[in-house]
Structures are given as C-alpha cells and as structure tokens.
Nanobody, 127 residues
Framework: QVHLVESGGGLVQAGGSLRLSCAAS????????MGWFRQAPGKEREFVAGSSWSGGSTYYADSVKGRFTISRDNAKNTVYLQMNSLKPEDTAVYYC????????????????????WGQGTQVTVSS
C-alpha cells in the first residue's frame, strides 16, 4: 500500500505560481512512477505530468508544457508539481498518483496505469 497526501493548493491570480507537493508513505517510493492529474468541474480527470522512478524521464500534457515542471525527491518520498504562468483554465482539483512499474525511464500517461491516488488539492486561478 502507498498512501499519498497532496498539499500546496490555493487561490492565485492569473500569471502566478504555485508548487504542489505529494508526500508518500508505505512501500518503496522510488520504485513507483508518479503522476499528476487534474479534474475541473464537469470534466473528466486528465493527465498533467508524469515522472519515471528516478525522475530521469518526464512527460507533460500539451496544455501545461513549458509552464509546469514535475520533480521528485526520493529521499523525502515526495513528488512536486511546480506551476508557473497559471491560467484560469488550470483551475481544478489536482491529484497525485503512484504506479507500480518494473523499470525506470517509463512514464505512465493514463490514469489506468496508476494504482494509488491522493485525495486531491484545489487550485483556483482567478482572472
């Protein structure tokens, strides 16, 4: 079992920045691919960013590429999502997820590939 807890959400003006954190406890964090997803009201959950075990491979949705950065600190069992140049359309509940995978340098870009989910943190971007 892996328990995930997100933090760092809040209200920010358009153009601002936030950094989300996701702290993991339980089984070996470093052997899990990690991802961030988001879900806006009335919309389906969508992939935002993903990281391989080591963080050596990352992948982003086109909508956030160049603005968001995923990183992880395996010594602290934490994955981060740095969000810059925020837009009102980034408003959503953001979830982190952990996926069991047997090799490094692989990023999971679909929700079905993840085994564990956090409870979510709200990000609201005002115009």
């Amino acid at each position: 079992q892996v328990h995930l807890v997100e933090s760092g959400g809040g209200l920010v003006q358009a153009g601002g920045s936030l950094r989300l954190s996701c702290a993991a406890s339980g089984r070996t964090f470093s052997s899990y691919a990690m991802g961030w997803f988001r879900q806006a009201p009335g919309k389906e959950r969508e992939f935002v960013a993903g990281s391989s075990w080591s963080g050596g491979s990352t992948y982003y949705a086109d909508s956030v590429k160049g603005r968001f950065t995923i990183s992880r600190d395996n010594a602290k069992n934490t994955v981060y999502l740095q969000m810059n140049s925020l837009k009102p359309e980034d408003t959503a509940v953001y979830y982190c997820a952990a996926g069991s995978i047997d090799q490094d340098m692989v990023v999971i870009a679909h929700s079905l590939g993840y085994d564990y989910w956090g409870q979510g943190t709200q990000v609201t971007v005002s115009s």
